[in-house]
């Protein structure tokens, strides 16, 4: 798969960020945010509606720019935003949340009028879009119009669409929401193999698999602020315990002798966190034995054991409540 050259420029740092501040009006999107992105590789950002994810893309291929700053920098692929935007975006490539694509348009149109928008010669732009049409499993489509093929088409669409280019970085803003899993999995190896060519690749996801299986590095905001930044497997064995107990009927708990008590020595002892739904009872510990003794004294069919994942992680980061 081609990619653009690279420049004459230092990219182990594909994306520096420092003290990066965002206001709309009184309402701060998002605080004092510092990461860098290595070249090559995934990041991901994970959080909540309105943690300042969509925000901090943005500011990065120059939809919204930051708050005016002594102390903001941004650097993407060498260049400083926002003195330096148009050359930054002449090297992106962009999957927004909406597909805008032109229905009446049939596949090879949508990507040949984007062609144009970046200058490629139709001599060069005609195998370009074959390659990507294959790239994405889309050879067959090229001479359906777009509002005949599925939601998943259309999204393997945009990212031929994004890139057209060649670029440097791709920048994806929940790729695959609303997706079947066989599309979400050609997507996730698509990536994968780009990522191989050297692409660098910025995603913004709610999928904690998405995150989990692409990402290098992944980042979790919450009200506008960093909380936790890392490599996934890193994140789960330095931040949350290794064990989850499910009980899906909390009341069970108070009603049988042998389990109550589990529960309340391992809570007491430290060896349990105990975290609740409206309908569920969940016990955290890395020590399974614990685990184990409040599930023996349960019914079957009553309760779950399995490991933590990254979910957990997020909700033990970002709470349970809804943000507003």
């Known amino acids: 798969m081609h990619v653009a050259k690279r420049l004459d420029r230092p990219e182990q740092d594909a994306i520096v960020v420092r003290h990066l501040f965002k206001h709309y009006g009184a309402l701060e999107a998002v605080h004092d945010l510092n990461f860098t992105a290595l070249s090559g590789r995934c990041t991901a950002f994970l959080g909540p509606n309105g943690a300042g994810k969509t925000t901090t893309i943005k500011t990065l291929y120059g939809k919204a720019r930051a708050d005016a700053r002594p102390d903001t920098e941004i650097r993407v692929l060498g260049f400083r935003l926002p003195a330096e935007e148009l050359e930054v975006k002449s090297l992106i490539g962009l999957v927004p949340q909406d597909n805008s694509l032109d229905e009446e348009l049939n596949v090879e149109q949508n990507l040949v009028i984007y062609s144009k928008l970046y200058g490629m010669p139709m001599t060069a732009a005609k195998p370009r879009i074959a390659e990507l049409l294959d790239f994405m499993e889309l050879s067959e489509k090229a001479r359906s119009r777009v509002k ?151 019914p079957t069919g009553s309760h779950f054991a399995r490991q933590t994942n990254l979910e957990d992680l997020f909700l033990k980061t970002t709470g349970r409540s809804l943000n507003e």
């Open 148 to 298: 005949e093929l599925s939601g998943g088409m259309q999204r393997r669409l945009v990212v031929a669409r994004a890139l057209l280019n060649s670029p440097r970085l791709l920048i994806l803003d929940e790729p695959t929401t609303g997706l079947d899993p066989q599309v979400r999995h050609l997507i996730w190896d698509r990536l994968r193999a780009l990522m191989r060519d050297g692409v660098t690749i910025l995603l913004s996801t709610h999928y904690m698999d998405e995150a989990y299986q692409i990402a290098n590095e992944i980042i979790i905001m919450d009200k506008g602020r960093l909380v936790l930044q890392g490599e996934p497997r890193g994140l789960l064995a330095g931040h949350i315990e290794s064990f989850v107990l499910e009980v899906s009927e909390p009341g069970l708990l108070e009603s049988l002798p042998q389990a109550r008590r589990a529960a309340e020595e391992g809570t007491a002892s430290g060896r349990l966190r105990r975290d609740r739904t409206a309908e569920r009872v969940l016990f955290y510990s890395s020590d399974l034995a614990s685990i184990e003794a409040v599930a023996g004294g349960l």
